[in-house]
T-cell receptor, first 110, second 115 residues
Framework: SQQGEEDPQALSIQEGENATMNCSYKTSINNLQWYRQNSGRGLVHLILIRSNEREKHSGRLRVTLDTSKKSSSLLITASRAADTASYFCATDVGTYKYIFGTGTRLKVLA | DTEVTQTPKHLVMGMTNKKSLKCEQHMGHRAMYWYKQKAKKPPELMFVYSYEKLSINESVPSRFSPECPNSSLLNLHLHALQPEDSALYLC??????????????FGQGTRLTVV
């Protein structure tokens, strides 16, 4: 069974707005990662947050992690049309073993 | 060079064919992965090689046979596939060793269609 569930499944916003997507997972983790995938191509790593961190920033991205609730959120600020993609969280369930969440399909309208 | 290169980009094969997918990285990574992704679904882990040894096989059918000839190359040999095996096959690599769970770099994938 999948480790991570993401919501919303799909999100449509206007350019310039913020986009928030959430990931919930089931078991204890060492870290959680977020990836972006453009239209059925390879995944691009966005950010890694360790279990002892609560928040991390990278450019327009802000990730939070709440291990007590087993959840994480990804915030993209001032979104652009180029941010249109699917976003996946991935949690480590063992050495070298990452399980991806169900994903959020983001559409940013120009 | 932070690139993982997969060939071919597209592959159409019959159910009796034998074909291979190839993956190459020159980042010195010691862990390499095969994932399978169906449309609108997340990637599913198939195999992991660590230091050229198979360390994870997620109960993948034997018609998929991985091979790691050296630390830079990863192959996936395909034989007697079924139409439901049609999917995007993604290769990835990561540092490995003590930093076993770090960011993974993905190739662009091979779009496989089984007819």
């Amino acid at each position: 069974s999948q480790q991570g569930e993401e919501d919303p499944q799909a999100l449509s916003i206007q350019e310039g707005e913020n986009a928030t997507m959430n990931c919930s997972y089931k078991t204890s983790i060492n870290n959680l990662q977020w990836y972006r995938q453009n239209s059925g191509r390879g995944l691009v790593h966005l950010i890694l947050i360790r279990s002892n961190e609560r928040e991390k920033h990278s450019g327009r991205l802000r990730v939070t992690l709440d291990t007590s609730k087993k959840s994480s959120s990804l915030l993209i600020t001032a979104s652009r049309a180029a941010d249109t993609a699917s976003y996946f969280c991935a949690t480590d369930v063992g050495t070298y073993k990452y399980i991806f969440g169900t994903g959020t399909r983001l559409k940013v309208l120009a | 060079d932070t690139e993982v290169t997969q060939t071919p980009k597209h592959l159409v094969m019959g159910m009796t064919n034998k074909k291979s997918l190839k993956c190459e990285q020159h980042m010195g990574h010691r862990a390499m992965y095969w994932y399978k992704q169906k449309a609108k679904k997340p990637p599913e882990l198939m195999f992991v090689y660590s230091y050229e040894k198979l360390s994870i096989n997620e109960s993948v059918p034997s018609r998929f046979s991985p091979e790691c000839p050296n630390s830079s190359l990863l192959n996936l040999h395909l034989h007697a596939l079924q139409p439901e095996d049609s999917a995007l096959y993604l290769c990835a690599s990561s540092q490995g060793g003590r930093r076993s769970n770090t960011e993974a770099f993905f190739g662009q994938g091979t779009r496989l269609t089984v007819v």
